[in-house]
């Protein structure tokens, strides 16, 4: 998982295993945030993170969820329509997976051990950077 800026610069990334589902990896993530004194105030993210309890948390930490509902959500929306739009930039955190994707060796992951990988990956956030300054 990344964590991008609202520019597609890498400011936090953390590597799991396949099995867990995407809401419990968030706050860990934004927790291995490298900017430690500047919480994000929004977080974008996919129906994935669709989950009361998860908001909830991110609301006692002053986050704002912005994702968009679930079509097999049975409890009432939470959020209406208004703070969507802001879903349309999704495509920033694309773009910067796009760009780790360069790099052969993040694309598929030919380690055996997670630290390599995740070491790989975080030299490839740091060209990435060279790259964009």
């Known amino acids: 998982m990344i964590f991008v800026d609202r520019h597609g610069t890498p400011v936090a990334i953390d590597t799991e295993s396949a099995s867990r589902s995407e ?3 968030i706050e860990p993530l934004l927790a291995k945030n490298t900017l430690q004194n ?3 105030e929004r977080l974008v993210y996919d ?3 669709d989950s ?3 908001r909830k948390r991110l609301m006692e930490n002053k986050i704002d969820l912005i994702c968009p509902h679930r ?3 049975v409890k009432p929306p939470t959020q209406d329509g208004r703070k969507l739009p ?3 930039r999704r495509w920033i955190v694309e773009r910067s997976i796009a760009w780790l994707h360069n790099y052969r060796r993040i694309v598929t992951r030919w380690e055996y051990h997670d630290y390599l990988y995740e070491s ?3 030299l490839g ?3 990435t950077l060279l790259k964009r300054f």
Do not use: N
Request: proline letters at 8%; a positive charge; hydrophobic letters at 45%.
């Open 23 to 25: 809401v419990k990896l």
């Open 47 to 49: 129906k994935a993170a």
């Open 125 to 127: 956030c740091l060209f």
């Open 120 to 122: 790989f990956v975080i």
């Open 86 to 88: 802001r879903f349309k």
């Open 52 to 54: 009361d309890p998860l």
């Open 71 to 73: 079509k097999s959500r």
């Open 38 to 40: 500047r919480q994000p």
